[in-house]
Structure formats: structure tokens, C-alpha cells
């Protein structure tokens, strides 16, 4: 079993890694001071890994009861959020007792949030399911539920008790979804680990990945850790896990939530932010025909849908790396080297208008 340990201003967390991680943590759950746990899954993930983390649970000691939310973005809003505060109220959840987040990053911000407020906090036990929530979105804390404005705009942070990860859980994912959780693993690469970057241009293909996928998520949540534990509360470093998310959240917006997946948006938006610090004079010349490069050997988006300008524009006025006139935006200097530039609003409009003439 691969581990590893968080540490978040006073929180300490273990993440372990291993096909049937779920079951052998049995000892570990069966410590656990309440006996019940609430597990929030999705419309897809409730049927295929439901009946594992029951058993795994029951065998424990723990009495599961299932929660279950339509699959996809739209659930991250306050309606779903209430069904669960409801259904934690009909099982008589307690402040001892545990809330299992079972499934892929909606499930796991929505349940983190759910768990962060009801009964001002109750553990969260992060169980992902896909790449993306096993990289990331599953450690550091970060739980939300969207707004009609604009996607997280509404969370806390709330550091789960335990990241529990069965890479074997990626055998289910589409090809999307695969594609989806590999642009955030280019990420880490692009902005901490050249080495990596290196091992994703070497292997090629997805298929060339298939088997290294266990140690590549091993990698990525380490440097996630790296940067949580520097920075916690994302108010410096960890900013620079945001690296094409300028772009990424506002062709999310902008274009309506599903029409990309997350790790989607964030390939078009790495790939802008390298163009960008290009023209800023941050990146070297050739760095993003680089990440290009390595997008298409994935079957990544390189082309964005064509999109409204002014939706565009509109979308990334909601920011949240912003203060006053100036957005802080993360470029690279290099390959595994990112930066933080403070930017200005005026500049990145200009950008995000060239961005939409080019998607056309
Ligand atoms: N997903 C970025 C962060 O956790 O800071």
C-alpha cells in the first residue's frame, strides 16, 4: 500500500493507495468512534461501489446509509445539499459519526461541504473515485457547492479524517473522464515536476499510462500535499495549483456547466496560460506547443467550443484570485516552474477576447 501523509495547519491526515484500500482500512475504521456513516455517492457511482464500501463499513462496525445525488455538475447546488442535511437528519447522524464521500469531485464538494456544516462539522471520510478526484480534489480541503453565478462559489475548507484511494476504481471511467482527471495530472507537471512532464511525454498514450497510474496519483497528491501544507488556506503558493483555471472556469461558466468536464477546461486553460506567458515574456518560447503536444498524444481538447466573447469576459470577472484591478494569474517559467503574476484586468480581457476570436 502506498501512503503518505497530509499535514494542514492543525490537521494531520493519512491518504493511503491500494486496490482494495476500502477493505483493508477495516481495522482503522473500526476505531472510529461513531457507527454510523452517511455515504454520498452519485447516480453512477452508488451501483458500481455502493455494495464494497457497505461491506467494507458493515465490517467495521459502521451502519452505512446510502444518500444517493443525479450524477453530474448540477447536483453541487443548495438543493442537493439540503436532501442530504435531510437525509443526515433521518438517520440521526451525529458529530461522532462519519460522512462518506463516494465518487468523483461533485460528490466529494458536495458531501465535503454537507459534512463541513451540518452540526457545524462532521468527519469526512474522501473515498474517489475518478483521476480527478484521486489528484486532487479529494485532498487539501477544498469543498463547495456552486451559485447560478459561478462554480464554487459557496465553501469552506474542511480536511477530510482519511483519503482512502482504489486506483482499480479507474477502470470504470469513460474515456472522458479518464481524459479529464490526466489534464490535472499534465498539471502538476507543468507546474512542480518536470520529471513527470517528462514521463507523460515518454509514455505517449494512455494505454502506455495505464500502469503507472497508481504511483503517477502517488506523485500528484504528494505535490498536492506539499503545497497544502505550506499554504492551507490558498492565500500564496497553493494558488499555483489554479494554472489554467483562469481560462478553464470561464469557459465553464461561460458555456454552461457540462458542456466541458472540469479537467477539460483546465487543458484549454493550461495551454492559454502558456500562450500567455509567451506573450508576456514569463515562458520560454515553445512551452506551450509542449503542452500541445502532449494534450494530443493524450486525445486531450487543444480547441476550445466556440464561445461568446462577452460571456467569456463576464465569467472571469468572477475570480476568485482577484483584489481590485489586478488578477493574479499563474504562468509558467518553465516546464515544472510556475509563477504567480499579478495581472491586470485590463490585460486579461484582452487575452480572453483573443481566446474567444480563436475558438471562433
Ligand atoms: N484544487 C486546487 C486546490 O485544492 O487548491
Redo the contacts with the bound molecule.
Keep these: 500500500m502506498l501512503s503518505l501523509s497530509v499535514t494542514a495547519g492543525d490537521a494531520v491526515y493519512d491518504i493511503h493507495i491500494s486496490p482494495g484500500v476500502w477493505e483493508a482500512s477495516a481495522e482503522a475504521l473500526a476505531r472510529w468512534r461513531g457507527r454510523r456513516a452517511a455515504v454520498v455517492a452519485d447516480s453512477n457511482t452508488a451501483p458500481l461501489f455502493r455494495p464494497r464500501m457497505a461491506a467494507a463499513l458493515t465490517a467495521s462496525g459502521i451502519t452505512p446509509t446510502l444518500l444517493t445525488v443525479p450524477a453530474g455538475e448540477a447536483s453541487k447546488c443548495h438543493a442537493q445539499l439540503l436532501s442530504l442535511y435531510t437525509g443526515f437528519l433521518d438517520m440521526a447522524l451525529t458529530r461522532a459519526d462519519l460522512v462518506v464521500a463516494l465518487g468523483g469531485g461533485v460528490v466529494g464538494d458536495l458531501a465535503g461541504y454537507a459534512a463541513a456544516t451540518y452540526l457545524r462539522g462532521v468527519p469526512l471520510l474522501q473515498a474517489p473515485t475518478t483521476l480527478l478526484a484521486q489528484v486532487?480534489?479529494s485532498v487539501?480541503g477544498?469543498v463547495a457547492v456552486n451559485l447560478p453565478q459561478g462554480k464554487n462559489l459557496v465553501g469552506a475548507f474542511c480536511q477530510p479524517a482519511l483519503v482512502l484511494i482504489d486506483p482499480d476504481t479507474l477502470r470504470t471511467l469513460d474515456a472522458r473522464q479518464l481524459g479529464a482527471g490526466l489534464g490535472e495530472v499534465i498539471k502538476y507537471g507543468c507546474i512542480a515536476d518536470a520529471a513527470l512532464f517528462a514521463q507523460l511525454e515518454a509514455a505517449g498514450s494512455r494505454a502506455a499510462l495505464a500502469s503507472m497510474l497508481p504511483d503517477i496519483v502517488c506523485r500528484c497528491c504528494r505535490i498536492k500535499a506539499g503545497y497544502v501544507a505550506r499554504d492551507p488556506l490558498?492565500f500564496g503558493p497553493?494558488m499555483e495549483?489554479?494554472f489554467g483555471h483562469t481560462l478553464g472556469h470561464a469557459l465553464e461558466n461561460a458555456l454552461g456547466y457540462g458542456a466541458l468536464l472540469h479537467g477539460e477546461a483546465v487543458c484549454l486553460g493550461m495551454l492559454a496560460a502558456a500562450r500567455w506567458g509567451e506573450a508576456a515574456g514569463v515562458t520560454p518560447p515553445g512551452t506551450s506547443a509542449r503542452i500541445r503536444a502532449l494534450l494530443t498524444a493524450l486525445g486531450l481538447p487543444t480547441d476550445a467550443p466556440p464561445v461568446p466573447p462577452e460571456a467569456l469576459a463576464r465569467a472571469a470577472k468572477l475570480d476568485k484570485k482577484a483584489a481590485g484591478d489586478t488578477v493574479q494569474l499563474v504562468l509558467l517559467s518553465g516546464i515544472g516552474r510556475a509563477v504567480l503574476r499579478p495581472t491586470s484586468r485590463a490585460q486579461l480581457a484582452a487575452w480572453l477576447r483573443e481566446e474567444a476570436r480563436a475558438c471562433g
Design positions: 486532487d480534489s487539501g477544498k490558498d497553493r495549483l489554479n
